[in-house]
């Protein structure tokens, strides 16, 4: 039986995060996550002051993420919008976006 990240069943998750999450290293506390997780997706910026992301990877390794991100030095998340969506077969990376 094979174990690892290769072999769970990959997924997708738009999110918008709101609360105190601009001019807080969100974007890079993200990125570095989720690098350290194997995960692939990216983060930006919103003009009303959310955070959105799409993040994708298996289930385990999002939550994961998602509980790094809260835990970030300064970021406080007072709410996440979110919602499944189609797995993106040709993404290789995460990456900010400005």
Do not use: C, P
């Not at 194997?38 to 003009?47: A, K, Q, S």
């Not at 994708?56 to 030095?73: A, L, T």
């Not at 300064?74 to 990376?93: G, Q």
């Amino acid at each position: 039986m094979e174990t690892g990240h290769q072999t769970r069943e990959k997924t997708r998750i738009s999110l918008v995060f709101h609360g105190y999450v601009q001019g807080v290293g969100f974007r890079y506390t993200a990125q570095h996550a989720a690098v350290s997780l194997g995960l692939t997706g990216w983060v930006r910026n919103e003009y009303d002051g959310s955070v959105r992301a799409e993040i994708q990877g298996d289930r385990e390794s999002i939550e994961r993420w998602i509980s790094m991100i809260r835990n970030g030095r300064f970021i406080e998340i007072t709410d996440i919008d979110s919602r499944e969506i189609a797995v993106d077969t040709n993404e290789r990376s995460f990456r900010v976006r400005y």
